[in-house]
């Protein structure tokens, strides 16, 4: 594997008596990345800790090959970041914002002059780049920010809740355009986010935090493809044949005539995949088979999955898919 | 036909990049623009314009008045010593209206969360603001005091040979000490309010509260002249007129007290209110 980008080992951080981070390790490949989790779960934090803002308790942190708490200022000048907050000096022209921290990011003036309005052309502002952010939108706002991120051509950017605040075209555009960042580009993008379909939508990887640690880490389809199984729907004799799948070693989840059948610890049989081991048992007892079928799991799935243990409530599921409670 | 806008596509930057120095200096021109309102409304024009005018008239008008009334009775007129009390108003007037407006800004519109996630730290960016402002600061201090050391050598007015560089070096000891003085003092008080209006008030009101509750009570209360030191703006227009050899009878309680204490104590006041104002931007809260 490529040196990653981030490389967290039992990372821990704590503001008083409040423990925010506990035990977060993950490596981050490049690529686009959603950092998700619920409001609270640490994200915010871990990114301070990634622009070396804040110092950490214990654990080991590599930024682009260095430690942030020692060499926060040279990382930081490779970083793009756009915070989740919406407020921008409202008397200053999107132009010359942006020109002005690609300038602190260490461009000379003309280059961030030059790139400032190359930006701000790339994320659709390029006839309001003299404008006031006054008197933008939240959706042109979120559009400076991300601007602002690019224009000193980061090795890495970190957004915040990018599409935070804007409706469902704007978030649609800002998707694509951080799509094109990371995957036309070529910068690597951690997306800070506690919505899943958009994660699900743009990241290649996923790394999921939950009360300040993480639950999962990995790509997308290897999140994913650690829950696949079969669906099995029977209008006869459930139980014989759980049974007879659970003898050979095989998770099965039942709901109702639904069976959720997966690979258990013990290895399957030489040349028998699970589609022969139900249709054996299903055979084998005379039941009915009404359906049988790849199962396929959305993050979605796999998140709640990853927090059942520590309490996810229907608050929290309505939080991360925009459901109504 | 409709114009067309062409992708115009991402480059990457492979040209020169620069260090942390560079963003000092960057952030500091940045704040020198905002402090004299550059590039902003006319509003934001209106006090650092009013500073300059107030700062400079006087000089002007005395150098007009010892060219057109001659050396002896220019010699009467008030003169570098006495120069501080005709720019009194301008230094508040520019440390209320305009110091708060280039620090509380950075923290009302995010600013502050942007500048601390560039390769700035909290003890730099508080080095190249304090570098905009006191350079600014210095067009009050230092600006008409050497225009008027100058002017008076051009009028025939003024110190000749080796007094004008001891003249000289005095008005610039003196407008440095004064411009990172007030810097500071505004800096500081600065740093507790996220509002300018608030941060404002609050300047003028410690300036006041402090001279004029110390004045009250060692001129009707018989309180100790000690007391003078407890008011650090009193003690910064003292330590000035020290610094020209002279003492400003504003106070009974000043005049027993030793120049070297009172420039100590000025000085002594300019490296607290430094430290304090670095120590309380180390722990400040960042919107993120």
């Known amino acids: 594997m490529a040196t990653p980008v981030i490389s967290a080992s039992s990372v821990a951080k704590s503001f008083g008596s409040t423990q925010v981070l506990t035990d977060v390790s993950m490596q981050v490949p490049r690529g686009i990345t959603g950092l998700l989790g619920s409001n609270g779960a640490g994200k915010t934090t871990f990114l301070s800790l990634v622009l070396g803002l804040e110092a950490r308790d214990g654990g080991d942190l590599q930024v682009l090959g260095a430690d942030p708490t020692t060499a ?115 910068i690597s993008v951690m997306l800070s986010s506690h919505l899943l379909d958009e994660v699900e939508r743009i990241c290649d990887h996923v790394v999921i935090i939950a009360n300040g640690s993480v639950r999962q880490a990995g790509s997308l389809d290897e999140l994913r493809g650690a829950n696949v199984g079969l669906l099995v729907e029977l209008d006869s004799k459930v139980d014989e044949v759980v049974a007879s799948l659970r003898s050979v070693g095989l998770n099965v989840g039942i709901d109702g005539s639904r069976l959720q059948v997966q690979a258990g610890t013990a290895p399957l049989v030489d040349g028998w995949s699970m589609h022969d081991l139900v249709t054996d048992a299903v055979a084998a007892h005379g039941a009915g088979l009404r359906r049988l079928v790849d199962r396929t799991v959305s993050l979605e799935d796999v998140f709640l999955e990853s927090n059942t243990p520590f309490g996810v409530n229907s608050d929290t599921r309505s939080q991360l898919t925009g459901a109504p409670t | 036909m409709s114009a ?17 120095r560079w963003a000092i200096r960057s952030l500091a021109l940045h704040s020198v623009r905002r402090a004299l309102g550059l590039k902003r409304s006319g509003r934001h024009k209106i006090a650092p314009v009013l500073t300059i005018i107030f700062a400079f008239v006087p000089a002007i008008g005395l150098a007009a008045a010892a060219m057109f009334l001659g050396r002896e009775i220019a010699e009467n007129l008030p003169s570098y010593a006495d120069y501080y009390g005709l720019i009194s108003f301008a230094l508040l007037l520019f440390t209320a209206a305009v110091v708060p407006g280039v620090l509380t800004t950075d923290r009302t519109s995010g600013m502050l969360a942007l500048y601390l996630a560039s390769p700035l730290t909290r003890t730099t960016y508080v080095v190249a603001k304090a570098l905009g402002i006191f350079a600014v600061m210095l067009i009050v201090t230092l600006g008409p005091v050497l225009f008027l050391v100058i002017a008076f050598v051009f009028v025939d007015a003024g110190p000749t040979g080796l007094e004008f560089f001891t003249v000289f070096g005095k008005a610039l000891l003196a407008g440095i000490l004064a411009g990172v003085f007030w810097t500071s003092l505004g800096m500081l008080i600065s740093s507790f309010p996220k509002r300018w209006g608030i941060a404002s008030v609050a ?20 309180a100790p002249a000690s007391l003078v030191y407890f008011a650090p703006p009193m003690i910064m227009g003292e330590a000035w007129q020290r610094i020209f050899g002279q003492f400003s009878f504003d106070l009974d309680a000043l005049d027993g007290q030793p120049s070297a204490l009172i420039i100590m104590a000025a000085v002594g006041y300019t490296l607290a209110l430094t430290v304090g104002t670095w120590w309380q931007y180390q722990r400040i809260e960042v919107d993120r």
């Open chain 2, 203 to 222: 300047i003028v009101g410690t300036v006041f509260v402090m001279n004029f509750s110390v004045a009250l009570l060692t001129e009707q209360a018989d």
């Open chain 1, 72 to 186: 926060g200022p040279d990382i930081r000048a490779r970083i793009g970041y756009s915070p989740e907050h919406h407020h921008l000096p409202a008397d200053v022209q999107a132009a010359d914002l942006v020109r002005h921290l690609a300038q602190l990011h260490g461009l000379p003036f003309q280059a961030s002059t030059e790139r400032a309005s190359d930006a701000l052309w790339m994320v659709g502002l390029g006839e309001e780049r003299f404008r006031p952010i006054g008197t933008m939108s939240t959706g042109q706002r979120q559009r400076v920010k991300l601007a602002a991120a690019i224009a000193h051509d980061p090795e890495l950017v970190l957004l915040d809740e990018p599409t935070d605040g804007l409706d469902p075209v704007q978030r649609d555009e800002m998707l694509e355009l951080i799509h094109r960042i990371g995957n036309v580009y070529g």
């Open chain 2, 4 to 20: 067309q806008i062409h992708d115009r596509g991402y480059r990457a930057y492979d040209g020169e990049r620069a260090g942390e």
